[in-house]
């Protein structure tokens, strides 16, 4: 049996049915802003609020300040704004910087089922081009929320399938959303929405290899996805022509990008319901600034300090409870992650955020700095952290995790949460996702600063793309 007729489920000698970009291609072309609900513009505008809030904080740190010095080293000129940063450049490079702020620190919005971090490659691919073009506001919230739920059906269609064959799913997934977000935004017809489809996949790679080693290519990957494409996009509308069935084709992106893991794929999952059953409301916004798996174990082992007021020196050891299909990406390889070299590496490691967790009752950003890396009482707990499958575990429908925690005197306490949260229906509320933006805003600007922002964003259908990109561009 084909790939196409399993994913179109046509009896033998039926008429094809339309290829999978064909119809994503069509929904795009006939979606515009007034057909969106109350309830999709609210969803766009608070997690737009969330991942400008994350970029903001995110130019702080090291990894900001290198990304902008080497882009503009290269770069001749350039009138789109970077976040936060006070500087411009030109349309593909301040789209790459944007998503390196957006995605960098890992505070991102996420939905489990690739897992995919749909907002870090959607918004700024959004906000470059509608500021480049000078579209209006809704313009803009309407490319983005189709970005973000094209992505987002893309990483439940390959269902973890794409992070064990070795690729980082947001770098691909972004491609996809992007190329149709871009496309509305440029007017492209339904047919050039297949090409850029069509192009946009043979520009998606996004190698996860910086698992081993904690570097910092993640973080470039939603960026390079908005650049990319932005050039399908533009290709597409000059007559370009790109290949038909990029997703389901024998030499496509499932085959290529699946390997070995190819029947975990359900392709059907990027059109079914498409255009009444957005996905996009399943994506969950972050209350740490740590890798979204995380979440409910650090949850969990706080849930039991507060209720049980035990000392850090009374705990014999801690055993996180995870799906194993997470295991690879926050667990193995145990002596880089007990004793991170930087933060990114304790972004991703259950041993140091579950220990500083337990050390400092919270985890942020103070429990990232690089003197807390080397705190004494935190390594010497996160010795003594382990894990074990939860074979419970509602995950890729939510990163469900939690904790045992086993004292000196020999008891055990345990606290599991199914659905982590910011999730389900445990979502975060328009107030705890603008105290969050406050919050990261902070970091960096003034209170009066960082809550004007809070209102141009919350009000961004009022203003042109340009207005609201130049606003978020000085502090």
């Known amino acids: 049996m084909t790939l196409e007729i399993a994913i179109n489920n046509e009896p033998a000698g039926a008429a094809p049915a339309a290829s999978l970009s064909r119809r994503i291609a069509q929904f795009v072309h006939d979606l515009d802003y007034a057909a969106l609900p109350q309830r999709l513009r609210d969803f766009s505008r608070f997690h737009i609020l969330d991942v400008v809030g994350t970029a903001l904080a995110a130019t702080k740190f090291e990894f900001a300040k290198c990304a902008l010095n080497g882009l503009t080293a290269m770069a001749d000129g350039g009138s789109v704004s970077v976040i936060g940063m006070g500087a411009t450049l030109p349309l593909k490079d301040a789209v ?198 995380l979440h409910a174990c650090i949850d969990s082992v706080l849930a039991l300090k507060r209720q049980h007021n035990f000392e850090v020196d009374d705990i014999a050891g801690v055993c996180a409870l995870l799906h194993p299909a997470v295991f690879h990406s926050v667990c193995e390889n145990p002596e880089l992650r007990r004793n991170p070299a930087s933060d990114y590496i304790a972004k991703f490691s259950v041993y140091y955020t579950l220990a500083a967790a337990l050390v400092h009752g919270r985890c942020g950003f103070a429990e990232l700095e690089s003197e807390a890396l080397k705190d004494p009482a935190i390594l010497a707990l996160a010795a003594r952290v382990t894990y074990a499958a939860d074979p419970d575990s509602l995950y890729p429908e939510y990163f469900s995790g939690g904790a045992v925690i086993t004292l000196k005197n020999g008891r055990m306490l345990k606290h599991v949460d199914k659905i982590n949260r910011g999730a389900g229906e445990r979502a975060l509320s328009g107030d705890e996702i603008a105290a969050k933006f406050i919050e990261n805003a902070e970091l960096v600007t003034t209170a009066a600063r960082a809550r004007a922002l809070r209102d141009v964003v919350l009000d961004l259908e009022q203003h042109s793309a340009r207005e609201l990109a130049h606003a978020l561009r000085r502090l």
């Open 96 to 293: 790459i910087m944007n998503g390196i702020l957006a995605h960098g620190l890992d505070y991102d919005d996420t939905h489990p089922g690739g897992p995919v971090h749909p907002s870090s490659s959607a918004f700024p691919c959004a906000l470059g081009l509608a500021e480049f073009l000078d579209r209006s506001g809704k313009d803009l919230l309407t490319a983005y929320l189709i970005a973000v739920e094209i992505s987002t059906r893309f990483g439940i269609a390959t269902n973890g399938a794409l992070l064990k064959s070795g690729y980082h799913t947001t770098g691909v997934a972004g491609h996809m959303g992007c190329a149709l977000g871009a496309g509305h935004l440029m007017h492209l017809n339904a047919e050039q929405l297949v090409y850029a489809q069509g192009l946009a996949g043979s520009t998606a790679s996004a190698l996860a290899e910086h698992r081993a080693d904690g570097a910092w290519n993640k973080r470039f990957h939603p960026g390079w996805a908005g650049a990319g494409a932005i050039t399908a996009a533009s290709l597409a509308r000059s007559g370009f022509i790109g290949t038909l069935k990029i997703y389901e084709g024998q030499d496509g992106l499932f085959r290529s990008h699946a390997g070995t893991y190819f029947d975990l794929l359900r392709p059907a999952a990027l059109v079914d319901g498409l255009g009444t059953t957005w996905r996009a409301e399943e994506v969950a916004i972050k209350p740490y600034p740590v890798c979204h798996m």
